[in-house]
């Protein structure tokens, strides 16, 4: 049973979206496997099951279910709602063709981060990342940028929430630990990670601003640690990424002072 704060709270709706979830990883599943994977009554799963049929969102063959390619509607509305995605990717590729590694911009999520925006270039990987993919925030650059960002009451709410990730990082900071480190990427304004969340992984990032100096995201260079030291991800692709996500605030802020149809 989830723990709800709010009178208003619509419970049914939730139950659908927890249902929708279940089919990560387990692209056609039966009823059992569905109330199994949510911990739904198997009476709440059926009846979840055929709303979500009946809406299109779940095709039901032989006793089997699978979601339908309209669930992508859900995710088309959160991109075609902002002006980020549209502007991002020419930045990303500018900033991969001067640095020749792969970049990102990720959003918080709780107390992950989701890939939002992504342009890779053919590396050694140890982890498979494409837009939609969630991660531990402490660990990443990304992360750090954007728990930076938080007042201390917000922190506390967001690290309270366990990750939903399935990742478990190589770095487990104490508290006070974390604290230092977000400290300090608050007077630098950039975060480095070292390994922390995987081995060989190492990335640094910046935070992406909009017109009132509060973060929209964080874009990052990310590189195999084979590949690229410390030292060139500070002294070679920091500069680079410094200002593309600088150019990235000033071209989100233009299109936010003119009509879309403008723009």
Known sequence: MREKTNPDFVEAIA????????????????????????????????RVLITLTELGYVAARDGRFELTPRVLELGVAYFSGGDLWAAAMPRLRQLVDRTHESSSIA??????????????????????????????????SLGKVLLADLTADELDAVLEQPSRSGVVPSWQPSRSELDSVLAEVRDQGWAISDQQLAPAIRSVA??????????????????????????????????????????????????????????
Not at 109 to 128: C, E, F, H, N, Q
Request: glycine share 6%.
């Open 15 to 46: 139950r659908g979206f927890d249902v929708v979830r279940a089919f990560d990883g387990a692209p056609v599943q039966s009823l059992s496997e569905v109330a199994q994977r949510t911990g739904l009554a198997r009476p709440t799963a059926r």
């Open 107 to 140: 959003q918080l999520d709780g107390s992950d981060i989701v890939y939002v925006a992504r342009v890779a270039v053919p590396k050694l990987v140890t982890l498979s990342v494409s837009v939609g993919t969630r991660f531990p925030a402490a660990q990443t």
């Open 206 to 263: 910046a935070p992406v601003r909009r017109a009132d100096g509060t973060v929209l995201g964080a874009m990052n260079v990310n590189a195999h640690a084979a590949e690229t030291t410390l030292e060139t991800l500070r002294e070679q692709h920091l500069p680079h990424l410094l200002r593309a996500a600088a150019d990235l605030g000033v071209d989100i802020a233009l299109r936010e002072r003119v009509p879309a149809a403008t723009a």
